[in-house]
């Protein structure tokens, strides 16, 4: 074959990430790393100074990933030099220790150290998340990094794609290095990063379709929390007759129970034709 052809579909199949570890001093981001990347496990205390760097292959689907993993120093007064690593970041291994409450509220300035550093021009949703929940026993890991993805949910980007069953794969049992548990790719992570390159650089939105549209998700939203008729119709206090009527048909035929299967709509057709009943009898 010819080896520029040759060439040109190695390079489409091999594809180098970027990933960084955030996370308090002594948390464990290193040992993660090093666990990961070298299959060792280092007992002794270390601190990074500054930044660390790990790297390894993984497989997704037909493409070989190079993963470049910038391990953050966790301890503040090494700020001034990790802030130069955030950028170009396409995936965030975040580490806290169970054993410490701390390291855990920290987390929340992890990420908004982060966003500062990145800029507001980068969207924070087409960057990977998985949070590590280290240096715990195995029954009882799942708790809090549970509770604090669902705290988060409303970012959206921490953690979809599943990236919770993630965290597991990277922690060791606690106080003995011999009962490692065998690590198998953080595969998901993995992929969800190919995905997102493959798509741009932008997380690729999952084809769901529901059958409504957002226009009807959100006027049933609006007539829910409609403070009176007028306001339930989108008219104004005083609104003629035609007005009403007008603004009657739009909502009967965007929320008709026929043509809307959007979850709420019976109920909000109903309190519809009830608005439009109660205005028009005080309308002359
Ligand atoms: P900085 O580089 O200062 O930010 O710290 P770090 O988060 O990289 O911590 P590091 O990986 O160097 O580990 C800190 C200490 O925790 C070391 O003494 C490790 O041996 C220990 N350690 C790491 N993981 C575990 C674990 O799962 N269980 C136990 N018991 N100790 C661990
Ligand atoms: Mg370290």
Known sequence: MDTNVQKRRENKKSLRVKVISLGNAEVGKSC?????????????????????????????????????????????????????????????????????????????????????EMGSQVNMENIIFIVCANKVPLVFKYLLCELWMRVRGDFGYVLTYNSFHLTTLFCFLKNDCSLFIMCPPPQAFFSSIT??????????TPEVNVGFTKEQADTIRRIRNSKDSWDMLGVKPGATREEVNKAYRKLAVLLHPDKCVAPGSEDAFKSVVNARTSLLKNIK
């Open 32 to 116: 993660i790393i090093k666990r990961y990347c070298e299959k060792r496990f280092v007992p002794k205390y270390l601190a990074t100074i500054g930044i660390d760097y790990g790297v390894t292959k993984v497989q997704v689907r037909d493409r070989e990933i190079k993963v470049n993993i910038f391990d953050m120093a966790g301890h503040p007064f090494f700020y001034e030099v990790r802030n130069e690593f955030y950028k170009d970041s396409q995936g965030v291994i975040l580490v806290y220790d169970v054993g410490l409450r701390e390291s855990f509220d920290a987390l929340d300035s992890w990420l908004t150290e982060m966003k500062q």
């Open 195 to 204: 995905d997102m390159c493959e798509n741009g650089g932008k997380r690729p």
